[in-house]
Nanobody, 126 residues
Framework: QVQLVESGGGLVQAGGSLRLSCAAS????????MGWFRQAPGKEREFVAA????????YYADSVKGRFTMSRDNAKNTVYLQMNSLKPEDTAVYYC???????????????????WGKGTLVTVSS
């Protein structure tokens, strides 16, 4: 069992930055591929980024590539999402999730995650 708690959301102006964190419980954190997903009002949840067990490989949705960076610290059981050059269309609830599948399988697949956090709201004003 893995419990995930996101933090770092808030209100930011367009062009600004935020860093989201996701703290995980459990001793086997390093064995899980981690992902960030988001759900905007009235829209379906979508993939944002994924990172491999070691942190050596990352995948990003085209909409955030070049602006968002995902990283992990296995010693701290934490993953991060650095979000730069934020746009109003980035407004959403952001969810952290864990999967036992490889990162390339997780990328793009909302239904491939084993555990989910409750989310943190990011609002980008224009």
């Amino acid at each position: 069992q893995v419990q995930l708690v996101e933090s770092g959301g808030g209100l930011v102006q367009a062009g600004g930055s935020l860093r989201l964190s996701c703290a995980a419980s459990g001793r086997t954190f390093s064995s899980y591929v981690m992902g960030w997903f988001r759900q905007a009002p009235g829209k379906e949840r979508e993939f944002v980024a994924a990172i491999s067990w070691s942190g050596g490989t990352t995948y990003y949705a085209d909409s955030v590539k070049g602006r968002f960076t995902m990283s992990r610290d296995n010693a701290k059981n934490t993953v991060y999402l650095q979000m730069n050059s934020l746009k109003p269309e980035d407004t959403a609830v952001y969810y952290c999730a864990a999967s036992s599948l490889p990162a390339d399988i997780v990328a793009g697949g909302v239904d491939r995650m084993d555990y989910w956090g409750k989310g943190t709201l990011v609002t980008v004003s224009s």
